[in-house]
């Protein structure tokens, strides 16, 4: 579960959040909806630990994890939808990018394979 708790922002002259409770809790898909400039990016931010909230916290549950993707429509054009919601976990995508490629490799080792164990360990 990701709690968020009293979180208020503002830029300057414009105040985006004023004491924001919500929960997020297991089983559920969210979407966050509003106008452009709203601050949906700000808000995940928070989420993310990327930005501080001005007032309030955002608490995880012991154990989780969250993964995110930057807002960028072009950079990640030439990638599988699959290897790109992986990247959303940058060390997964690493363990996935290395062992993959131990498996592409013409001349197979015993150390490649002692590697690519490792790797399928991390990986699961
Ligand atoms: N670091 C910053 N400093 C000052 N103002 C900022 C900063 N980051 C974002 N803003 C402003 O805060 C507002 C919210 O921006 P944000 O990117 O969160 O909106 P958004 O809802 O994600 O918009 P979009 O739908 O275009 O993705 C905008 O007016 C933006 O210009
Ligand atoms: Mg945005």
Redesign the pocket.
């Known amino acids: 579960m990701i709690a968020v708790n009293n979180v208020s922002l503002r ?2 002259d ?1 105040k ?1 959040f004023e004491d924001v409770n919500i929960k997020f809790t297991p089983g559920n898909c969210y979407g966050l909806i ?10 995940l931010k928070i989420l993310s630990g990327e930005l501080e909230p001005q007032t309030g916290d955002v608490h995880m549950s012991p154990g989780e994890r969250l993964a995110i993707l930057k ?1 960028n429509h072009f950079e990640y054009e030439d990638c599988e939808v699959l290897k790109v919601v992986i990247m959303g976990h940058k060390r997964l995508y690493e363990v996935m990018q290395e062992k993959d490629a131990i498996y592409m490799k013409p001349d197979f080792s015993d150390e490649d394979g002692i590697r690519a164990a490792e790797l399928e360990g991390e990986f699961a």
């Open positions: 830029f300057a414009r985006l509003g106008a452009n400039g709203a601050g949906k990016s700000t808000f807002q």
